[in-house]
């Protein structure tokens, strides 16, 4: 009985392990290296000489910070003062006509 409850068990575990989760196709980023189909990372900001960069997710609108050197690579999001995650927000440019 044992040896039939063990069968069991490893054909439904190798079936599980066989059968993994698949998700969609990758999406291609568009404005980075960082990206598929979970997150595009566009850059708003980059130092080469530091090796670091601030962007957003397209998806989300939130900021992130990454640092990468040589083969070695950081992310972290950025928080607002109130511990909140920082959303980018595109600067709205205002055309202000005189008129005469």
């Known amino acids: ?15 599980m392990s066989l059968t993994a989760c698949s998700g969609g196709k990758d999406i291609e980023p568009t404005e980075s ?8 990372l566009v850059n708003i900001y ?3 000489n ?3 960069r601030v962007g957003y997710d397209r998806n989300t609108g939130v900021m992130y910070f990454t640092y990468t050197t040589g083969y070695k690579f950081g992310i972290t999001p950025i928080y607002n ?4 995650l ?9 055309d202000t006509e005189v008129s005469q």
């Open 50 to 52: 530091m090796g670091t």
């Open 86 to 94: 920082k959303l980018y927000e595109e600067e709205i440019t205002v």
């Open 46 to 48: 980059e130092d080469k």
């Open 81 to 84: 003062a109130d511990g909140s």
């Open 1 to 15: 009985m044992k040896q039939k409850l063990a069968a069991i068990l490893a054909v439904v575990m190798m079936c």
């Open 33 to 40: 290296q960082i990206g598929n189909k979970y997150f595009d």
